[in-house]
């Protein structure tokens, strides 16, 4: 069998400390009083599994009008809590020293929540990367190349993992194909929490 790979995607097994990722998990949980998870719809009109919210200036949202970025919270009406301080630090290291994340997705998953092959397409420049954060239970990660049809491989992503996706893999089709439930006690009720950080507007 030949390896899949798919350059210019990194993952740094355990990048967080369990101490690091307590702290992670009550700043998301905090900001989500303010900005609850909803239930997005796709543009094809089926409910999403994963329950989401956005930190920033821009939040990625979808209804039945499609995909995009918006500055305010879709049931609040109000402006996004703000980018947690380590993670903003977190991607000064790893991805862009120059030019901030201005958009933090936050995808939460229950026990039977998954989210089907796609391509993130909907930023300004593809130029800037998007550094990902697992937290919770294990999740089964599916990454393949930039036509839908090229071949996949499966990795799991446990609670402190950090991946980064540049260059060729920043349009690279994935999705998560389940996630193992009870895996991790460090979410209060169990399930998983990815936090994505990207540059959804130009730069400057
Ligand atoms: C590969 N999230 O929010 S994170 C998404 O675990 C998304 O919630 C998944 O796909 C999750 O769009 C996967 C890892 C990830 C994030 C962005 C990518 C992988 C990526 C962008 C391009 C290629
Ligand atoms: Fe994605």
Sequence with gaps: MSEVSTEGF???????SPQAQAVLVGQVLARL???PAYKPITPGGKPM????????ALGWFTDARGYRYQDRHPLTDEPWPDIPATLLELW??????????????????GP??????HQDRDEADFRFPVLSVSLGDTAIFRIGGAKRSDPTRSIRLSSGDVCLLAGPA???????????AGSSRLIPGGGRINLTLRRAAPAG
């Design 112 to 117: 039977d929540a998954k989210m089907g092959l």
């Design 33 to 35: 009083e303010a900005a």
């Design 170 to 180: 920043r349009l690279a089709h994935h999705g998560i194909d389940r996630v193992i």
């Design 92 to 109: 000064a290291e790893l991805a862009d020293p120059a030019v901030p994340p201005d958009a933090c997705l936050v995808n939460l998953y």
């Design 10 to 16: 990194r993952l740094l097994p355990g990048r967080l």
């Design 49 to 56: 599994s994963v329950t989401m919210s956005n930190f920033g």
